[in-house]
């Protein structure tokens, strides 16, 4: 009787255990099945690429795009002027005609070796006509004539370059002063027939000038 006790009690409590362990290992299944899984990612070798190739290139990129910034900026200033209802002058007497702003006035008078012709608004002619186009008969007197552009400053600065306009060589000379730096002196001087033909600004700084002597050209 003993005996048969003794295995009962040894099964229930091997049957307990063995309840035991499969409700924690129900329990952990449990677990691992309800546990969400992590998102794995796999990026293609040529994404890789791609993503190290932006991290390497964002300066770069950021240098360029100040560059087309200051190039867009540099050629913003420099933007067509529209000359089409500009009006002609033309000289007889001296051969020569040149475009000029509509709305403009000329005025010719005479000098001591030669002639004048004044362009400009009617407001600026209490002050003086803005450009200006001189016809001298001395043609030995031309460096005279340029050292008289801003002679009357003391920090005077000269610039010479060779231009050529309507198949026309010229000298354009550019004066300026540091101590009036608004004063740009800007004068082309061509030689034809004898003569000295001077176009000038007025000392006046102005985009237009430059299609103004563009303009200019000999009729015979």
Same mark, same amino acid.
């Given at each position: 009787?003993?005996n048969?006790n003794?295995?009962?009690?040894?099964l229930g409590?091997e049957?307990l255990l063995l309840?035991t362990?499969l409700?924690?290992?129900?329990i952990?299944?449990?677990?691992c099945?309800?546990?969400?899984?992590e998102e794995?990612?796999?990026?293609?070798?040529? /994404?890789?690429?791609? #993503?190290?190739?932006q991290?390497?290139t964002?300066?770069?990129?950021?240098? %360029?795009?100040?560059?087309?910034?200051?190039? /867009?900026?540099?050629?913003?200033?420099?933007?067509e002027?529209?000359t089409f /209802?500009?009006?002609?002058?033309?000289n007889?007497e001296y051969?020569?005609? %040149?475009?000029y702003?509509?709305g403009? #006035?000329?005025?010719?008078y *005479?000098?001591?070796?030669?002639?004048?012709i004044a362009?400009g608004t009617?407001e600026?002619?209490?002050?003086?006509?803005?450009w200006?186009?001189?016809i001298?008969n001395n043609i030995?007197?031309?460096?005279?004539?340029?050292?008289k552009?801003?002679?009357?400053?003391?920090?005077?600065?000269e610039?010479r #370059?060779k231009?050529i306009?309507?198949? %026309?060589?010229?000298?354009?000379?550019?004066?300026?002063?540091?101590s009036h730096?608004t004063?740009i002196?800007?004068?082309?001087?061509?030689?034809k027939n *004898?003569k000295?033909y001077k176009?000038?600004n007025?000392a006046r700084?102005d985009?237009?000038?430059?299609?103004f002597? *563009?303009?200019?050209k000999?009729t *015979?």
């Amino acid at each position: 009787m003993n005996n048969k006790n003794t295995i009962l009690t040894r099964l229930g409590r091997e049957t307990l255990l063995l309840t035991t362990i499969l409700a924690i290992t129900v329990i952990a299944v449990s677990g691992c099945v309800n546990k969400p899984q992590e998102e794995i990612v796999v990026v293609p070798e040529d /994404n890789k690429q791609e #993503e190290s190739d932006q991290a390497g290139t964002a300066g770069t990129d950021k240098v %360029v795009k100040e560059e087309e910034q200051e190039e /867009n900026i540099s050629t913003s200033t420099d933007e067509e002027i529209d000359t089409f /209802n500009w009006l002609t002058y033309r000289n007889e007497e001296y051969g020569f005609e %040149v475009k000029y702003p509509e709305g403009w #006035e000329t005025y010719s008078y *005479n000098l001591s070796d030669g002639k004048s012709i004044a362009f400009g608004t009617y407001e600026s002619k209490p002050g003086g006509y803005i450009w200006g186009i001189n016809i001298y008969n001395n043609i030995s007197d031309m460096r005279g004539l340029i050292k008289k552009q801003g002679s009357q400053f003391t920090d005077r600065l000269e610039k010479r #370059e060779k231009i050529i306009t309507n198949e %026309v060589e010229g000298i354009l000379v550019t004066v300026t002063t540091p101590s009036h730096p608004t004063w740009i002196s800007k004068s082309i001087f061509i030689t034809k027939n *004898n003569k000295i033909y001077k176009i000038g600004n007025g000392a006046r700084e102005d985009e237009k000038f430059k299609y103004f002597y *563009n303009f200019f050209k000999f009729t *015979n």
